[in-house]
């Protein structure tokens, strides 16, 4: 950065607006309410999973929720019922989490791409493009919106949301949090701490749309044309 | 056309022509109805949403009271994320330093996702003179609007809202598309060519909701993921940011966000609300190479007067879909990339009284802008304090004085009629209240009116649409009001001694 060129343009702000600059450190910004933490405080995470139901479906989400016994099992007929081919999947130790380490190895080959933590952007992206499906893991479902976050991590690429036609993501029931404040709360913690070292930080609300033909709402424009949320109930 | 300003028509032509278009102002109305019922449904189911507000003024207001400190701070942690922020004092800085970027980056196709700022700046023309080059609007509306010609947008939100299917599948038809009007059938087609240009992209350019002061991130809010994909894909990114778009922090972005979804279309959270800077080491996409660019381009103007307020906007377009004014003329009517209350009060700011005279004069003062504001910027009272201002240039520069009441049609051509229109809106209106369901047609600060008849030509057509207040003045008479209650006070101050 040239600093002569910021200096310029800083002390022209601080001319026209008649006031001194580096005042900041004594004025910290202070809310002066807490509406984004009180709001849907307080919930049980059951109530937290019925206004997530609520919201996702509000946004043309097919919400499901199963137990982690039956998830390799709900996958297959998300699969089926899809007609996916081939489908991409993100390169992390959390199918043993979810159990589904076997469902991962009967997969054939053919059919399976997955987003590498080593490979260079031509091949992943060219990955993503290829499929028809991904199945992505997602770090909070936010009950007030409908809404999954997802931080970008190596083996789970930005394009991996947006190329692939169809996308299901796997959430467990624990992390339904009420909004997105305790999404951007968690986030801003882990990486203060250096455990999330992360570029791109997604909150996605249902497919993609778009409503600007005649104000018709389209589902599906350069996203996924559809959302899939797999609740897994006792994790 | 290019730039802030979007014709060089005068005003009074302008009405004419945005009234002849009988499609567009059936467009807009549907819009502001769409929007009348669902935008205040998502605020009431969310709750507390004057103390919202008060929250959205308060980040708003702060971060502009700090901007230098917080645009240090976000420059320096951008770098510290290995991206380069370049600060742009005037549009032609901006374009220069971003087609240098193009030219060392050897990129030959450019894609782009909807930013306003850009537009401010005629960027995608001017990046179209560098040789070989293609630029390519990937956002649905901007995309339709650029293969028609480049037409110029009409609403902040919904750019497009002036053209019909028809029009469009003629568009696309230009393209090779063969199929039907069905906007389903069209947005595909949309994906399928554009999806081709994104795989092949060397550079994408968008524009910024929110920098996030403490992150070094930018924080887009759309809906259609061509934003994601304009910085996921191709290997250099570059943002265009006005520089008043900061907020401190993840927390504040999230609030923001929250209010601008809610206030823009109704809904809770947009589909895509993404927060992102340059790749880090470990990723495979990203941007590797990331540049922001900061811009001044008059904005500072506005620091430390009374129209600070103006820069505290995050482009909801929500006082569009509330202003009668906007519901007759449209977009286009104004004139300026930033229409209705919102560019009423910014185009003079940014572009200047002699171009933008006549905007603060769009308006029939009925507040409900200033009323809708999730961010609480007093529209209507800034569009009052534009007028007091030209009113103190004409005073003492009379070459102003000329250009303006030569230029200013809507209070010089038509006063007697003007006039008539103010008085017979107003009370000619009075015994039909309250017959239909309250819209944008009848709503109107002092309650609910019907269809007040249209009494002149021009102007007076667009002022006779709501119940004019009862305080609403034309130009002359707002002048001669002012003027006597100035010398009163200078009466006064003389008398006191
Ligand atoms: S002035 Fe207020 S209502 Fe209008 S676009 Fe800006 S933030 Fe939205």
């Known amino acids: ?235 | 056309m290019a730039t802030l300003s979007t014709s060089n028509e005068p005003f009074l032509t302008r009405i004419k022509e945005s009234e002849a278009d009988k499609f567009m102002q059936k467009s807009v109305a549907k819009a502001q109805d769409a929007q009348w019922e669902k935008r205040p449904a998502s605020r009431k189911e969310l709750g507390h949403w004057e103390d919202w507000r008060n929250l959205g003024e308060q980040i708003r207001q702060h971060v502009i009271k700090y901007l230098p400190d917080y645009l240090e701070e976000f420059s320096d942690n951008v770098e510290k994320r290995g991206g380069h922020v370049f600060f742009a004092q005037t549009d032609k800085d901006a374009v220069a330093y971003i087609k240098k970027i193009a030219q060392q980056k050897q990129a030959h196709k450019i894609v782009k996702s909807k930013s306003m700022v850009t537009t401010e700046i005629n960027l995608d023309k001017e990046l179209l003179k560098l040789p070989d080059t293609s630029v390519l609007e990937t956002d649905l509306a901007e995309f339709i609007l650029e293969e028609d010609n480049w037409d110029e947008p009409t609403h902040i939100v919904f750019p497009t809202l002036h053209k019909n299917r028809d029009q469009i599948r003629k568009i696309f038809q230009k393209l090779g598309y063969k199929g039907s009007n069905e906007p389903g059938e069209m947005a595909k087609f949309a994906r399928h060519y554009l999806r081709r240009s994104f795989l092949e992209a060397d550079l994408g350019i968008t524009g910024c909701n929110f920098a996030i002061a403490d992150q070094g991130m930018i924080n887009l809010v759309t809906n259609e993921g061509n934003a994601d994909l304009t910085m996921a894909i191709p290997d250099t990114q570059v943002v265009v940011m006005g520089m008043e778009r900061i907020v401190p922090s993840l927390k504040e972005a999230e609030v923001m966000d929250n209010m601008l979804s809610r206030s823009a279309v109704g809904q809770k959270l947009t589909s895509y609300c993404t927060f992102a800077g340059p790749q880090t080491a470990d990723e495979s996409d990203g941007p590797k190479d990331f540049y922001v660019v900061i811009l001044d381009n008059g904005r500072s103007k506005a620091l430390g007067t009374d129209f600070e307020p103006a820069l505290q906007c995050i482009r909801c377009g929500s006082c569009l879909n509330v202003c009668p004014v906007y519901r007759h003329i449209g977009g286009h009517g104004y004139g300026s990339i930033y229409p209705g209350p919102i560019g009423a009060v910014l185009s003079p700011i940014l572009g200047g009284y002699e171009k933008f005279k006549d905007l603060p004069f769009a308006c029939s003062l009925n507040a409900a802008c200033t009323d809708t504001c999730p961010v609480k910027i007093p529209l209507h009272k800034l569009l009052i304090k534009h007028r007091e201002v030209m009113m103190d240039k004409m005073k003492i520069d009379h070459s102003f004085n000329n250009v303006l009441m030569k230029g200013a049609g809507v209070a010089t051509a038509t006063p007697i009629v003007f006039n008539i229109a103010l008085k017979g809106g107003y009370l000619g209106s009075a015994p039909l209240a309250k017959k239909s369901k309250t819209s944008v047609d009848n709503f109107f600060h002092y309650g609910h009116i019907e269809w007040a008849p249209s009494l002149a030509k021009g102007w007076t057509d667009v002022r006779s649409l709501p119940r004019p207040a009862k305080g609403s003045e034309n130009f002359r008479s707002w002048y001669k009001k002012h003027q006597a209650a100035k010398q009163a006070q200078a009466k006064e101050e003389h008398d006191n001694g």
């Open chain 1, 1 to 235: 950065m040239d600093k002569a060129n910021r200096e310029a343009f800083l002390n022209n702000i601080a001319t026209h607006a008649k006031r001194p600059r580096h005042q900041l450190a004594n004025h910290p910004f202070k809310p002066l309410n807490n509406l984004p933490e009180s709001t849907l405080s307080g919930k049980t995470q059951d109530q937290l999973l019925a206004i997530a139901r609520h919201s996702s479906e509000e946004v043309h989400v097919d919400f499901r929720t199963t137990a982690k016994e039956n998830l390799a099992a709900a996958i297959n007929d998300y699969l089926q019922h899809k007609n996916i081919q081939h489908l991409i999947l993100p390169t992390t130790d959390l199918w043993q989490k979810f159990s589904l380490a076997d469902w991962q190895n009967q997969r054939s080959t053919e059919h399976t791409a997955y987003w590498e933590p080593r490979a260079d952007r031509q091949t992943n992206v060219q990955r993503a493009q290829n499929a028809d499906g991904a199945i992505g893991f997602a770090d909070f479902l936010l009950a007030e919106s409908g809404t999954i976050a997802v931080a970008t991590v190596p083996g789970q690429g930005r394009a991996f949301h947006f190329l692939p036609t169809h996308y299901l993501s796997i959430i467990p029931k624990s992390r339904i949090v009420p909004r997105s404040r305790q999404a951007m709360l968690y986030y801003e913690q882990k990486i203060k701490s250096g455990e999330l070292t992360t570029s791109n930080i997604n909150l996605i609300t249902g497919p993609s749309n778009s409503g600007d033909i005649e104000m018709v709402l389209v589902v599906g424009v350069h996203g996924p044309l559809d959302m899939t949320y797999m609740v897994v109930e006792d994790l």
